[in-house]
């Protein structure tokens, strides 16, 4: 069974930074699309960031400038690394691939969510 292990969320101050990373919890064939998305609470979960294999990416216009979406096809991660924090950048942070499992066998999956808290 596939799971996304995603980590590096927590408290932070406005205006700081945070990283976040999600892989695989077992060995895989290959990822394409990967992604993250947020929710926060009473709001309904949207895109922050995704990127392509080949590395193309797009932002949600709210954090366009200030997050970094990236990844390692060797290790099949993606990150998001997030600065200029807000206190609007509150929410449970959710990584999502597209992922070949075999050569043949395509699936999506989830993470099973990171909090962020962006407060003073």
């Known amino acids: 069974q596939v799971q996304l292990v995603e980590s590096g969320g927590g408290l932070v101050q406005p205006g700081g930074s945070l990283r976040l990373s999600c892989a695989p919890s077992?060995?895989?064939?290959?990822?394409?699309?990967m992604g993250w998305y947020r929710q926060a609470p009473g709001k309904q979960r949207e895109l922050v960031a995704s990127?392509?294999?080949?590395?193309?990416?797009n932002y949600a216009d709210s954090v366009k400038g200030r997050f970094t979406i990236s990844r390692d096809n060797a290790k099949k991660a993606v990150y998001l690394q997030m600065n200029s924090l807000k206190p609007e950048d509150t929410a449970v942070y959710y990584c999502?691939?597209?992922?070949?499992?075999?050569?043949?066998?395509?699936?999506?999956?989830w993470g099973q969510g990171t909090q962020v808290t962006v407060s003073s």
């Open positions: 077992v060995t895989i064939f290959s990822i394409a699309n």
């Open positions: 999502n691939a597209d992922i070949f499992v075999t050569s043949s066998k395509r699936e999506v999956h």
């Open positions: 990127i392509t294999r080949g590395g193309s990416t």
